[in-house]
């Protein structure tokens, strides 16, 4: 069967909509970001485990290099990706603008690991417990995202860096530095956000999932020891996706958030 593609938007929100029916008769609708995409769409399909094209997609140019502030508003933690793979080059600058996050005495304890093998996929999101997820109505986020990022972080290479000599005091010399709070932590999260909105930049989409069983994941991924892995990163054009039950808690309000001067008694985190 021929595939057919009808455009059927400006759909919900003022995007465009795109009812992409395939191969095999199963229909899809896509919904493509902001009214403000390009003609013509670049369709390019995917092939099937036997070769056949079966899968149409429908690459809108999607809006890029955004002001900053609508980079911040658009970026949520997306759980539901399209077909469509990510160009090499387009992850390459992600990747490089992480690399521009800051770290404790430039310690750059943070790296990534980059997958986009299904089969890895497939394992890394058992490890997630996606199965799990989508039990609980959302998609396979995790195995469907074309690329996972494993954001990882080593304490030991901060260790390290803290006994140079122009850091370490020589009184201190063998003595525990007792960090206020755990630098490679904080850096992993700085190159973590910079990953998070390098992507919305990129007109793509980014989500986060725990690994809780992190010696498997190291087994599989051949992670050393000494390093860290804090969860997966799953990254992909964005589709429609079930939104969390978190979310019904609300932002905090500014007040409780902003602490002007000194801490304000009354709004201790709930
Ligand atoms: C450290 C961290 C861990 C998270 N773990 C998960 C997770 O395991 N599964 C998941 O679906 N979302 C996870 N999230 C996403 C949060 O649920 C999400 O950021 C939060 O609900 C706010 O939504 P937003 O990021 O879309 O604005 C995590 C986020 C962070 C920062």
Redesign the pocket.
Known sequence: MTPVALLIGPGTQAATELLVVTFSGRADLRTFGEPTFGYPPRVTANRDERGNKAFLNFDLPREVNMDFRDVVLK???V?NFSDAPIDPDVLDRILALARHAPSAGFTQGQSFIVVTRQEIKNQIAELCGEQE?VAEGFDAFISKAPVLLIPCTSEAAYRRRYYEPDKIDAEDDGADLGWPVPYWHMDLGCAVMVVLLAAVNEGLAA????VWDVPALRTLLRIPEEVMPA?VIPIGYPAPDKL?S??KRGRKPENEYVHRERWVESSLPK
């Open positions: 970026r949520r933690m759980r997820y989500g986060f999932s725990g969860g969390s978190s979310l």
